[in-house]
């Protein structure tokens, strides 16, 4: 099946800084990535779409200018925390949309489990 | 809100048992999928089963979807330690999930 990687699978920063997540298709081109968290023992919510060349559409309730998305390529898009506070503590997960004929498919990354301190 | 709400919340079964979840929707949909995730990890797709669609196999798992009750079960057969995971039913373009089911498999 189609790979989707995220850097970093893991990161602890401090109250304030701003955090980059990327998210990478490796063997597929995506014109479409969403960007999802979940907190502990709970579902994961969508927060964006992100679309290659173009603004991402971000959900309800969803804070765009501290939630950055930037999907410059068809094989990357970021996530950018800006300005982190402990409750934006959560694992981000990503997915990468793999559009064949009758059937579009997401595939996931293994997600990155941000700690804010 | 959430599209859909999966049931049970939990199950706990011992290996060689059967595990069923269901999952319940509100919107009429064109497609159903289910996906498995591994504590802390990422999202498996396990199997898509279209409206259309009444029931569908892949290996031990099996998928049924009635749209009359917007409802869908997953059945794993023969549970084995290594299926022990949460599972997520999704549906729509943007896949709203619902709130998953934690399956245990003891040995």
């Known amino acids: 099946g189609a790979v989707v990687s995220q850097h970093p699978s893991r990161v602890i920063c401090k109250s304030g800084t701003s955090v980059k997540i990327e998210c990478r298709s490796l063997d597929f081109q995506a014109t479409t990535m969403f960007w999802y968290r979940q907190f502990p023992k709970q579902s994961l919510m969508l927060m964006a779409t992100s679309n290659e060349g173009s603004k991402a559409t971000y959900e309800q309730g969803v804070e765009k200018d501290k939630f950055l998305i930037n999907h410059a390529s068809l094989t990357l898009s970021t996530l950018t925390v800006t300005s982190a506070h402990p409750e934006d503590s959560s694992f981000y997960i990503c997915?990468?949309?793999?559009?064949?004929?009758?059937?579009?498919?997401?595939?996931f990354g293994p997600g990155t489990r941000l700690t804010v301190l | 809100s959430q599209q859909g709400e999966e049931d049970p919340q939990a199950l706990s079964i011992q290996e060689g048992e059967n595990a069923t979840m269901n999952c319940s929707y509100k919107?009429?949909?064109?497609?159903l999928q289910w996906y498995r995730q591994n504590s802390g990890r990422g999202l498996v797709h396990l199997i898509l089963i279209r409206s259309n669609e009444r029931e569908k196999h892949s290996g031990r798992l099996r998928v049924t979807l009635d749209t009359s009750k917007k409802s869908s079960s997953l059945l794993i057969t023969a549970s084995r330690a290594a299926d022990t995971a949460s599972y997520f039913c999704a549906t729509g373009d943007k896949l709203i999930f619902g709130t998953g089911t934690r399956l245990q498999v003891f040995p």
């Open positions: 997915s990468a949309l793999m559009t064949s004929p009758g059937t579009d498919t997401q595939y």
């Open positions: 919107t009429s949909i064109n497609n």
